[in-house]
């Protein structure tokens, strides 16, 4: 059927011929059109992000010798891109940390130390004399005069300040400041520049006069500023009214014509110190001119001027100077070029001379790096006494490539410059971190100690003595520029023990994932392992030559007693004990004979304590107490007999199994007849004076010996605690039942007895029998319990004080073998434990918090745990011992820090030294090359190293463990050793990409390393005799099982080119599929197919990109491509008869200059979410959207940040004791942190996403729900409101109470700002609990549904607001907890 119509052509009807198959068709396509326009459009899941940083930059730009307490103590501040480390040299010649800070939220542009050493003196000479006319007065004596000179000492304002230029705009005067408690703290002051500047990097050029009485702050260009600051007595009034200081008296700008090349204040003559200089180095139209500005302290700032406007033209030679280094003499000054120094003199007079000097020319050290010539970076005065200063200034100068110049400058001389000595190398390149401090070393000797931060490898202080070369005496680590990170994971079927042996248990902890990255440049270059912990260097060392079962730290005690006391440290061995001697300076170790020492060295030690006056040691047949002078030995029958009054049992000898000893007090037990009897011994020590004791070894004293308590079960261990009734002890034992405590007090017949099952809590987390306990008291009358168990768990218990029962317990893993525990008696930061368990030292923090409704669960939630990893500064790669005993040194005057441990490994006595707080402690295996590319084999179990070795590009086979290179490159046809495989060894040849391709056919896998470089060389590596690997894997794990603490050498792994590709263009990247590689070179994408039967590579595909593929990478069928400019490309490889076709599906419709991509599968979303670094700082979150008219990559969230990210990288890699349980009583259910959050409600089946940036930082991802995101974001809304958390960069308007998902920014949580409320436990002054007013109201109600929504609703509406706050604490502990 057909009819015919009419229709409108171009002005003309036209007639035509339709049936009605065209027509239906015609409609049909209609309908399709409406459907698609009114079909619903995809949405994108609402997902934030939330970053913190686990590892900060070393990178160091200024070190800067500061007095920030006396002129006595020398600190030193290391400063880098947004931290400020101050440290303390100490009289080992060791710099030590004192105090960070990090909290800045900006960089820092620049740093100079402010303060006149003369005003302080002149200070302290004026409160002296203050203080005697006070003292003659009244007549007071010279202890009362003492005592009220002390608190004007510390009243006062230090020496020096530290002065920081931020990128905000805004100078910060620190300075340090001592708590209460002894803990020390930063007050800050600020000054801010003004609004002309802030366009112009201001502060990029920071000058302080020598008198500390002025300071400029340059831009990069046109304009400067000249401050008057106030001086030490107007400082010191305001003080009196605050701790926050203005330093700032006037200001005046001064324009200028040109860019700001260098700036520095002169030096006055010592006989007008009222003269002030400014000598600025100013580029106009090409040409540089050095401008001079001269006034008198006191004069106006405004009628500042230069002497003239077009200043002093320099000579085309010397029109870049490198550095600018004023002289004490003579207002004169060294411009040290590229290829002159010079000295200019008459600057003043309005003529000034040049006088050349450094004619010769140094070659290049083998660090250079490049071809041209190396360049001047730093300069240092080092400290003289003022009489030579006088008329010789001395001057420390370094290259980048580690030569060392000293100049000495003689005003007498005719020359001016009278020494120009290269004294030798640092053996590390320099950037422009330097300094120079003095050290006065043994027999009244002295010399410099230089101190360098390290460009692209490890810094260190290095002692300069007179005629000798600097030598090395601390490394300062230093991972930056990093390059690639790697991550060394485990059999997840395996449950590994630290040593690395693998146990059965199911309930055997997992071991983390192992972080490594090559860093570096030249020679100096490193594969770093990330660590995290607290650091203990490692001082003397001793190997006994006999295993040592446990080890204390007592007084010296020796029949011949000695003006310098030392320590003794009594060993217990198999079957008796020894005693050592360590001298008072801890250089030397020496044994001790039975004569030598009063202590019983007959029989194996139980334990050993000091208790004030006096000294006790128990042993399996004996009980010593040492007081003064006076010693009584208790025989094991001596103690029985006077206890029971009978005669003791025949058999089988009685013996001590356990002991505790405290105040005035010893427990021990004692098995017979089927029981175990805990006796008490309460020694009665004479009070008066030891010294009028007669010496006499065997003083009998009067004691008070008898049993407390008879106990029926197997007991474990024993400890004494004590509360308000009096002290007690705690008997742990063992039934078939369940494990057993038993709480007994010494002076009162009541028994308290406490049954814990072997599972604890409702996830029934599996005990054992407890082998160790120790105690820490609380100040709400409770005390805490930590018990060690058989099988690596801490189970910390809080006690009632009154009813001795349990009312919260938590349990921590810290590994599988038994778990010692042992209190540290002489911490003044809080309650400080040491646990040793897999062979490994952690140490357990307990903060406890002020009394509070929930404070009891805020206690043990407070419970920070880090490992202790020990380093050696001759061994930078060194491998953990294993420890197998723990004791604490005492303090001294002498020490070099707060916490000294003397460890045991096997028979070996180690002595290391504990950083106050946990920190990075990187292990450094050196390479000796510079490394571009890194890679972790799991079939080699080696790291693979892409590097440059003596200018050829090459592969490194690293052994992680021992970190020895096991590579041997062969030839593929003679199997003959030769320097570079085919393909490699070419000069100044990059790797690119380097990973690890499994083939896989017909049931056998092959696997290849695949390594592209930007030389246009795609090879594909083959690793020879694979079978004599695996083989020789096997043995060293047998053999590390048989043998403590042997290391097997591995056999060398041979590897050779089997197949390499070559083109014009560099080959970007390279991923591998199932049937072959996709590479791209140029431009250009290809697919390459392996065909079995001809061995060869096929092309199968090609596409064009719209730039070069910097990052590639497969799954399922889809190909992502991170272009160079165009961000992520995301193409489909469609399978065809006989080939393959390449179609692309979705973009970013942004283009990014990209670094990196990682693809992550998250719950939140249907499909995988795409996360993109780039350049600029920023990273981004794409979804994939389909179903519509364009599919492209949707922004989920944006964050900026202050680096880029050069790497992601997923690893299990939180530690063993992450999953923390925390329960009411014993029985009942476990409130695990692991459970908040939507997102991560399980962290042990989601790896950890991690960045790495170039500068060294190591940062942390966690994906956010929706409400999640809410919450957290309305934190940080309040946070960055907060004058004293974010003081630099905090806004001035009000809080929003409707949060904004637009822009995507908003999506971004920063975690470090975060911890600084959770720090300071700030929450309560972020809300104005306190203030009832209609805005307050709001915000907390705003804050307790969001929390509500977040937490699922497990709070009570009604629940009082303190609990809200505490369980918003909960909620942050969760989601900032340690990384590593």
């Known amino acids: 059927m057909a009819f015919e119509t009419s229709t409108l052509v171009n002005g003309e009807w036209t007639t035509r011929t339709l049936d009605v198959d065209t027509v239906l068709r015609h409609y049909d396509q209609k309908d399709k059109e409406a459907t698609t326009t009114f079909m619903e459009v995809e949405s994108a899941p609402t997902i ?25 103590t020398q600190h030193v501040a290391f400063i880098g891109d947004e931290f400020v480390q101050i440290k303390e040299l100490r009289p080992d010649g060791h710099l030590w940390d004192v105090l960070r800070k990090e909290n800045f939220g900006a960089r820092i542009r620049n740093a100079r130390v402010v303060g006149s050493i003369k005003a302080y003196e002149e200070d302290m000479k004026i409160e002296a004399t203050q203080v005697k006319d006070e003292d003659d007065d009244v007549s007071m004596d010279s202890g009362e005069a003492q005592s009220k000179a002390l608190p004007l000492g510390k009243a006062a304002l230090p020496p020096q300040f530290l002065l920081l230029q931020l990128h905000t705009g805004d100078s910060v005067f620190l300075r340090l400041h001592q708590l209460e408690n002894g803990k020390r703290t930063f007050i800050s002051s600020r000054h801010r520049v003004t609004k002309p500047m802030l366009t112009l990097q201001p502060g990029i050029h920071l000058a302080v006069d020598p008198s500390s009485r002025y300071m400029a702050i340059g831009c990069s260009e046109r304009l400067l500023t000249i401050y008057a600051l106030h001086s030490r007595a107007q400082l010191k009034e305001q003080s009196s009214m605050g701790p926050e200081l203005r330093h700032v008296e006037s200001e005046s700008i001064i324009s200028l014509n040109g860019l700001i090349q260098k700036m520095e204040f002169l030096y006055p003559s010592p006989d007008d110190e009222g003269h002030t200089i400014l000598l600025v180095l100013v580029v106009i139209k090409g040409k540089t001119r050095m401008l001079l500005y001269e006034w008198e302290t006191g004069s106006d700032l405004k009628q500042i001027h230069a002497h003239s406007n077009k200043g002093h033209l320099l000579e085309q030679s010397r029109e870049m100077p490198l550095l600018l280094i004023p002289l004490t003499l003579k207002s004169s000054f060294i411009l040290v070029c590229e290829d002159s120094m010079a000295v200019c003199q008459g600057i003043l007079q309005g003529s000034p001379t040049f006088i050349d000097f450094n004619n010769r020319i140094d070659m290049p050290t083998e660090l250079h790096h490049g071809s041209g010539r190396p360049l001047w970076t730093a300069w240092t005065r080092p400290p003289r006494l003022p009489g030579y200063a006088r008329v010789r200034d001395d001057i420390y100068i370094a290259r980048e490539d580690g030569l060392i110049k000293f100049l000495e400058i003689d005003s007498t001389e005719d020359e001016f410059v009278k020494a120009d000595n290269n004294i030798g190398e640092f053996g590390a390149n320099c950037g422009t971190a330097l300094a120079c401090l003095d050290f006065e070393i043994q027999h009244n000797k002295s010399g410099d100690l230089l101190v360098t931060g390290g460009d692209s490898c490890p810094g260190g202080t290095y002692l300069n003595e007179a005629r000798k070369i600097p030598t090395l005496t601390q490394p300062i680590p230093n991972w930056s520029p990093a390059h690639d990170l790697a991550i060394m994971s485990y059999d997840k079927g395996k449950k590994y023990l630290a040593n690395g042996e693998v146990r059965n248990d199911e309930n055997a902890p997992t071991k983390p994932d192992r972080l490594f990255a090559c860093v570096g440049k030249g020679k100096k270059s490193s594969i770093v392992e990330f660590r995290y912990g607290i650091e203990g260097k490692l001082g003397l060392e001793m190997d006994y030559e006999i295993p040592i079962l446990q080890s204390w730290v007592l007084p010296q005690d020796s029949n011949e007693l000695q003006e310098e006391s030392g320590s003794i440290f009594l060993l217990s061995l198999g079957d008796h004990s020894a005693a050592l001697l360590l001298s008072s300076d801890a250089s030397d170790i020496m044994e001790l004979d039975a004569t030598s020492t009063r202590l019983d060295l007959r029989f194996r030690t139980i334990a050993a304590a000091t208790q004030e006056q006096y000294t006790i040691q128990v042993t399996e047949q004996s009980i010593v107490l040492l007081y003064g002078t006076q010693c009584h030995v208790y025989e094991l029958e001596e103690l029985l007999q006077l206890e029971s009054g009978l005669g003791v049992p025949t058999g089988l000898g009685p013996m001590i199994h356990d002991a505790a000893i405290g105040e005035d007090v010893v427990i021990f037990t004692v098995s017979r007849g089927g029981c175990t009897d805990v006796q008490v011994l309460c020694p009665e020590i004479p009070t008066h004076d030891i010294m009028q004791i007669d010496d006499s070894s065997t003083s009998p004293a009067r004691n008070n010996i008898r049993t407390v308590a008879k106990i029926y079960y197997q007991v474990t261990s024993l400890t004494i605690g004590q509360v308000e009734a009096g002290p007690f002890v705690a008997i742990a034992g063992w039934d078939e039942e369940s494990i057993i405590l038993t709480f007994q007090p010494i002076h009162v017949a009541s028994q308290q007895i406490l049954r814990i099952p072997y599972s604890f809590g409702d996830e029934g987390i599996p005990l054992e029998s407890i082998v160790s306990m120790a105690t820490a008291s609380l100040l709400s009358g409770n005390f805490l319990l930590l018990c060690g ?18 009312i919260l317990s938590r349990c921590d893993c810290i590994g599988a073998t038994t778990a010692i525990l042992s209190k540290d008696e002489y911490s003044h930061s809080g309650d400080l434990f040491f646990v040793s368990c897999d062979s490994k030292v952690c140490a357990l923090t307990i903060n406890t918090p ?19 990893w020990l380093t050696d500064a001759l061994k930078p790669d060194l491998q953990q011992p294993k420890i197998t005993s723990i004791a604490r040194l005492p303090p001294n005057g002498l020490s070099s820090a707060d916490s000294n441990l003397l460890l045991i490994a096997g028979s070996q006595l180690l002595l290391a030294e504990l950083s106050t707080q946990p920190k990075a402690v990187p292990r450094q295996i050196s390479i000796k090359g510079t490394p571009t590319r890194l890679l972790y084999s799991h079939t080699l179990e080696v790291l693979i190293v892409a590097a440059s070795i003596k200018g050829g590009s090459t592969l490194l086979f690293i052994d992680p463990d021992t970190g020895e290179d096991l590579s041997q490159p062969v030839d593929q046809k003679t199997k003959e050793s030769v320097e570079f495989v085919s393909g490699l060894g070419n000069t100044n040849e990059r790797v690119f990409r380097l990973f690890e391709w499994p083939y896989t056919k017909d049931g056998k896998t092959w696997n290849f390393i695949i390594v592209s470089t930007d030389a246009g060389r795609l090879l594909i590596i083959s690793v020879a005799d694979q079978e004599r690997v695996r083989d020789d894997l096997l043995r060293a794990g047998l053999s590390h099982l048989e043998v403590e603490n042997s290391h097997h050498t591995r056999s060398k792994i041979s590897y050779y080119t089997r197949h390499k590709f070559k083109c014009a263009e560099p080959v970007y990247s390279v991923t591998g599929f199932a049937d072959g590689l996709l590479w791209c070179a140029g431009e250009n994408l290809f697919c390459d197919v392996l065909d079995l039967g001809e061995k060869r590579f096929k092309r199968a595909a090609q596409y064009q990109l719209p730039s070069p593929a910097i990052d590639l990478s497969y799954s399922n069928g889809a190909i992502y491509a991170l272009t160079k400019a165009h961000s992520l490309e995301v193409l489909r490889l469609v399978a065809t008869p006989g080939d393959f076709q390449i179609v ?39 979804w994939p959207a389909y179903n519509t008219k364009a599919d492209t990559l949707v922004t989920l969230f944006e964050a900026e940040l202050s680096y ?5 990288r997923a690893a299990d890699c939180r530690p063993v004791w992450d999953n923390v349980r925390i329960s009411k009583g014993i029985n009942s259910n476990t409130n695990g942190l692991g459970k908040m959050g939507a997102e991560l409600r399980d962290p042990r089946k989601r790896s950890e996403l991690l960045g790495l940036s170039i500068t060294g930082v190591l940062s942390h991802y966690t994906f956010l729900d929706f409400k999640t995101w809410q919450f957290l974001r309305f934190i940080i809304n309040l946070t960055i409101r907060s004058p004293s958390l974010c003081e630099f960069t905090y806004q001035d308007d009000p809080v929003p109470l409707d949060l904004a998902v637009e822009p995507k920014l908003m999506m971004h949580v920063d975690g470090d700002i975060l911890k600084r409320c959770l720090e300071g436990r700030s929450l309560e002054n972020l809300l104005h609990i306190s203030h009832d007013t209609a805005e307050t109201r709001k915000i907390f ?12 609703g497990k709070l009570e509406n009604n629940a009082p607001p303190a609990a809200y706050v505490d369980q918003a604490y909960a909620f942050l502990e969760f989601f900032l907890r340690p990384v590593l």
């Open 1204 to 1208: 880029s990210v050069l790497r992601f």
């Open 48 to 72: 934030g992000i939330l970053t913190q940083t686990v590892i900060r930059s070393p990178l160091v730009h200024w070190i800067l010798p500061v007095k920030l307490k006396d002129l006595e």
């Open 1144 to 1182: 692309r599906t979705h973009g970013d419709p942004l283009s990014r200059a990209s670094l990196h991509h990682a693809m992550v599968s998250l719950p939140l979303a249907n499909r995988p979410v795409h996360l993109v670094s780039d350049k600029l700082c920023s990273m981004v979150g794409l």
């Open 789 to 806: 168990t058989r099988n690596g768990r801490v189970l910390t218990l809080e006690i009632c004080g009154s009813t001795l029962e349990i």
């Open 1341 to 1352: 109600e705003t804050f307790r549904e969001l929390l509500r929504a977040a937490d699922c």
């Open 850 to 868: 002020e009394t509070s409704a929930t404070s009891s669960e805020r206690c043990l939630r407070s419970l920070g745990i880090n490992q202790v």
